[in-house]
């Protein structure tokens, strides 16, 4: 523990020095509508605790759990299926890129539309965003997968899923965490993106709100929770691969 | 133990065979080196026996019934170990048992540490293969081939990665394990040292394609030390096989 606050010391320093910056920027500017001082946000935080915690975070972190959960699942299957035959590849590669073109925020009023102010709206700019690095990332962990231990395995009489299983998922595990480590941000992007174009509640709604009444504070707010919340589950993920992956960096 | 019959092999792509029309056979039990210049196709003899690859014709026959039916008639040894980094020892040794199946994880486990001991590496089952030397890994992949079943190993350059004083203590530790267990033992180098110290008789590969594997034995006694390299019919015989490869790589 000592030694990870260690690591992470310069980071905070930098941090801290920034948020300094920032701050008497702020106060030298005296505009709290639209620059407000970290001390401002903070006060502005604890202030509104009962309905950021209660209401609009749950709602937020809602979205990102289930968008998350359906971008994992989805880019799983997509990477095996594309990993397992070359013509599914062919198909999919593509498309998966291309769906990667397009700009969610400018077509995702339209999922409002077509889904409504409800949850699924959200879920589905989530998936949109996050699905590609776990798809495209994973995929090229299970084609750097050793063909040699593969060709060991077959010798012995191993088949294609005892292989699959035996050789291409470990070796696609660190990929995959370093997808589950992206995507975790960027569910969370795509939930607020999603909130702030047309909700009911969630903390991007919540920030949205606070910008049409010109409070500074109020929109950064709900900013600094969501950066808290997906630092803390990256933070999980982090700790998870660290459980479960004892071999990385050694040369396959 | 091992026979060839007119067996050729061509590769996707090549127009012409890297493999024609070959015919040997090995005795159960002996021990031989197949010796040629690197990318002649020696290892291309070892992945049609291990059914990697499928002969474009002929038959090879292991144990006097030809392979395909039963998959498993060799234990396969590539160059390198491939040792799974995620697996301790044991559990890399236990492999093919796993996959064989039919096995208890105990009984997989007894084995696997019964393989471990016979190559001398006791107490090493729960380690990481990254806490072994190069030598130990070796011999860890040898535990590993010999639970692979079937009387024939075929053994692909194990020892050439390995540093020199590692390499000989290894020649001739394989040497002692060929001895003990009586396997039929197939074993491609490039090195003709290491081909005449451990061989009963050289295979060479003299010529590409393969059309057939000279046979030449080597005058001396089993079992051996490396004293017998210094014998005079020996360094002949050393001499002779290194202008045959010469010859090929300049032609």
Redesign the interface.
Same mark, same amino acid.
Not at chain 1, 151 to 158: I, K, P, V
């Given at each position: 523990m000592k030694k990870a606050c260690r690591g992470n010391l310069p980071a905070l320093l930098f941090l801290f020095a920034l948020l300094i910056l920032w701050q008497l920027g702020a106060m030298e500017l005296d505009a709290a509508y639209i620059l407000p001082t970290p001390v401002q946000i903070l006060q502005k935080l604890w202030e509104l605790r009962v309905p950021l915690f209660t209401v609009h975070l749950p709602a937020t972190m809602g979205v990102t759990a289930a968008g998350l959960a359906i971008s994992v699942a989805l880019g799983l299957l997509l990477s095996v299926a594309m990993d397992a035959s070359p013509l599914v590849r062919r198909m999919i590669y593509p498309v998966v890129v291309a769906s990667q073109t397009i700009p969610t925020t400018a077509i995702a009023p339209l999922f409002v539309l077509w889904f409504g102010y409800g949850i699924w709206s959200k879920v589905l700019v989530t998936i949109l965003i996050t699905f590609f690095p776990v798809a495209i990332t994973v995929y090229d962990g299970l084609r750097s997968a050793?063909q040699?231990?593969i060709? *060991?395995?077959?010798?012995?009489?191993?088949g294609r899923w005892?292989a699959f299983r035996?050789?291409k998922i470990?070796c696609a595990l660190p990929y995959f965490f370093s997808a589950l480590k992206m995507a975790i941000p960027m569910s969370v992007i795509g939930a607020a993106i999603g909130e702030w174009l047309g909700a009911q509640s969630g903390l991007g709604y919540f920030s949205r709100r606070m910008m049409t009444q010109l409070d500074g504070a109020g929109v950064f707010a709900p900013i600094v929770l969501l950066s808290a919340a997906a630092m803390l589950a990256a933070g999980l993920a982090a700790l998870a691969e660290r459980r479960l992956?004892?071999?990385r960096g050694?040369s *396959? | 133990m091992l026979e060839f019959r007119q067996v050729s092999y061509q590769y996707p792509g090549e127009d012409f065979d890297l493999i024609d029309g070959l015919s040997f056979r090995v005795a159960p039990g002996s021990l031989h080196c197949i010796l040629g210049v690197s990318g002649c196709g020696k290892s291309t003899l070892f992945r049609m026996v291990s059914g990697l690859l499928t002969p474009k014709a002929g038959e090879i026959r292991v144990g006097g019934a030809p392979i395909g039916g039963h998959r498993r008639c060799c234990g396969y040894m590539p160059q390198r170990d491939l040792l799974f980094p995620w697996r301790t020892v044991w559990e890399n040794v236990a492999l093919p048992l796993e996959i064989a199946g039919g096995f208890s994880k105990a009984e997989r486990r007894a084995r696997a540490e019964a393989a471990l001991a016979d190559a001398g590496l006791d107490g090493c089952g729960d380690k990481l293969p990254r806490a072994l030397s190069g030598g130990m890994r070796q011999r860890a992949a040898f535990a590993r081939t010999m639970l692979a079943g079937g009387d024939l190993l075929l053994l692909d350059e194990p020892f050439s990665a390995l540093d020199f004083l590692t390499r000989i203590s290894m020649q001739e530790w394989l040497l002692d394990q060929w001895r003990r267990t009586g396997k039929t033992i197939l074993f491609i180098t490039h090195d003709v040292e290491e081909a005449i110290f451990l061989s009963q008789s050289v295979l060479v590969a003299a010529e590409a394609p393969i059309r057939a594997l000279a046979e030449i034995l080597v005058p001396a006694p089993m079992p051996r030390t490396r004293a017998c390299l210094a014998d005079p019919a020996m360094a002949a015989l050393r001499e002779e096989l290194i202008g045959r490869l010469r010859k090929q790589v300049e032609p």
């Open positions: 050793n040699e231990m060709e *060991l395995l077959r010798t012995y009489g191993a005892a035996r050789v470990p992956i004892r071999w050694e *396959l | -």
